[in-house]
Structure formats: C-alpha cells, structure tokens
C-alpha cells in the first residue's frame, strides 16, 4: 500500500509561512498585489481563479480581477497587459488560460514583465528555467518539486517519467526533474506503447486530462506516483488522470485527487507574488 502525500497539508504550511512574511512586508508599508486576467467565460477557469483569490485573501496579498469580454482583440489584451506591468502597485501579473482562440497566448505571455511573471510562463522565465537560473518557476511544476522535497523523496539520479508535454505542466516539470538531476523522459499522445516507459519510472507525473488513463499495469512496484489532472469519472465525481485506487496498490508514494497536487499550485502562485514583491523592492 502506498503513503497518500497530503498536498492539501503541505500547501497549509506553506500558505502559513507566506502569511507571516507577508505581515512583515505590511509593516514596512508593502502590500503585495495581485492582478488577474481572464478573458470569456471557462467554468474551470473560474473555479481556479477563485481559488487563487480566497488564497491571496488568506495571506493578506491584494487581489484585483480583470473579466475581459470574449469578443476582446489581442491589442486590447495587450494594452491591459501594459498598463498593469506600468502600474507600481501590482506586483504580479497572472493571465488565466485557456483565452478565446482568437488570441495569441504565447504573444500575451512574453508581454508580461518578466519581473512580474508570478506563473512564469513569459519565454525569459521559461529560458532561465532551461538554464538552471533562478526565475519564476511555473507554479504546479514548483508545487510537485516542493511535494517531493517535503516527503524526503530524494530525486538525484531516478529515473523520472512525465506523461504529458503541455507548456504549463509536461514541459517545465521535465525541467524542473532534470535541474534536480533525474533521467528524464517525456511521453505524450504520439508516445509508441506508452506502458513500456511508464513502467520504468522510479517517479512517474501523469498530466493528460484523462479520467483514470494510468493504471496499475502502467507503474512499477514502488514506484512514486504524481496525479495532475482534474476529470470527472462516469458518475460526475472529480477524479485525477491515475486510477488511484488500484494504482495506490502498488505505488510508494502517491498523490490524490482532490488534496494532492491542486492546493500546491496555488501554494506557489502565493510564493512568487511574496518572492516578486520582494524582488522589486530589493528585499
Ligand atoms: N490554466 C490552467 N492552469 C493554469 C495555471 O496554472 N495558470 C494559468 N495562468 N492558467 C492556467
């Protein structure tokens, strides 16, 4: 039987720990700031901003929503863009996908001021990342890290397996493995017999989107088991992209769904507004 990692209480630490520092940037007259864009109308999208707003709530972190309307055009998203990246008391610009196809999200990202970049995804932040410098790291990649770390999960020569090749998780967790010396491979849906390498993975992190997709023929005894996704299973309740019930047979360790790697991300959105806020007043 596997250790349930328990992000829901590791991401309460951290939030606890952000508080305190936040209280003393308040002292000395800073108030971190957040700002938020969305553009039309994701029901994900909403839930996650909502969380990040009770977050920053939580923290004492100043939170500002931006509700662009479906029909807005990339020179009005870039506008809004450069205005909040010239505006000195916002100190993290975070623009939620996915945005209205129309639109140019790689475009809208590179105009965030990288010093702002609190979800890292602007090509400089992500070019660091690559060079093993510090940036801002993309939050659910961080979180998973942080997950590993808390745990004592020792990462330094393991064989690592990231089903997944998304800009936002699959891309930069291969990184972010890499930087702390693991043998990385990345899978994805052009990826021939899958199992073949899942199944070598000392840690294994599945972001698919795909209800229950991983299963226990998929993973190798002991093996640790990492869960991004957020799906609905047949009877409409939220399950990840691992069938975490016979997969928790095998795995060491493994994260559920919900309470594993969901409250981390918001977590680390929380320690690089605190880490950008500081960097720009040259704490
Ligand atoms: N859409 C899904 N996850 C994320 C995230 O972590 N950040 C942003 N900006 N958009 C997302």
């Known amino acids: 039987m596997s250790e349930v990692i328990d992000g829901k209480l590791v991401a309460q630490h951290i939030r606890q720990k952000l508080k305190n520092d936040v209280e003393k940037l308040r002292e000395n007259g800073?108030?971190?700031?957040?700002?938020?864009?969305?553009?039309?109308?994701?029901?994900?999208?909403?839930i996650y901003v909502r969380n990040k707003s009770i977050a920053c709530k939580e923290i004492g972190v100043e939170y500002k929503e931006y509700l662009l309307p479906e029909k807005t055009n990339m020179k009005e998203l870039l506008e809004l863009i450069d205005e909040l990246n010239n505006d000195k008391s916002v100190n993290g610009v975070l623009l939620q996908s996915p945005i209205p196809k129309d639109l140019d999200i790689n475009e809208a990202f590179k105009a965030i001021a990288?010093?702002?970049?609190?979800?890292?995804?602007?090509?400089?932040?992500?070019?660091?990342?690559?060079?093993?410098?510090?940036?801002?790291i993309s939050c659910t990649p961080y979180g998973i890290i942080k997950l590993l770390e808390e745990?004592?999960?020792?990462?330094?020569?393991?064989?690592?397996?990231?089903?997944?090749?998304?800009?936002?998780?699959?891309?930069?967790?291969?990184?972010?493995?890499?930087?702390?010396?693991?043998?990385?491979t990345i899978c994805h849906s052009k990826t021939v017999k899958l199992e073949r390498l899942t199944k070598k993975a000392d840690?294994?992190?599945?972001?698919?989107?795909?209800?229950?997709?991983?299963?226990?023929?998929?993973?190798?005894?002991?093996?640790?088991v990492i869960d991004v996704g957020i799906n609905r299973d047949e009877n409409g309740?939220?399950?990840?992209?691992?069938?975490?019930?016979?997969?928790?047979?095998?795995?060491?360790?493994?994260?559920?769904?919900?309470?594993?790697?969901?409250?981390?991300?918001?977590?680390?959105?929380?320690?690089?507004?605190?880490?950008?806020?500081?960097?720009?007043?040259?704490?």
Request: aromatic share 4%; glycine share 10%; with cysteine.
């Open 30 to 46: 800073i108030v971190p700031k957040l700002a938020v864009i969305m553009v039309g109308d994701n029901e994900s999208s909403k």
């Open 114 to 136: 990288p010093e702002k970049d609190v979800d890292g995804f602007n090509p400089c932040s992500v070019g660091k990342l690559c060079l093993g410098q510090d940036t801002f």
């Open 151 to 184: 745990y004592g999960i020792d990462i330094e020569g393991k064989d690592a397996v990231v089903v997944g090749r998304s800009n936002i998780v699959g891309k930069p967790m291969m990184q972010c493995l890499l930087n702390k010396n693991a043998t990385v």
């Open 203 to 224: 840690i294994l992190v599945v972001a698919i989107g795909k209800p229950k997709f991983i299963t226990k023929e998929m993973v190798k005894e002991n093996a640790i």
């Open 237 to 283: 309740k939220i399950c990840g992209d691992v069938d975490f019930d016979e997969v928790s047979k095998v795995a060491s360790y493994i994260t559920p769904v919900p309470g594993g790697v969901g409250p981390m991300t918001v977590a680390m959105l929380m320690n690089n507004i605190v880490k950008a806020t500081k960097l720009q007043n040259k704490m």
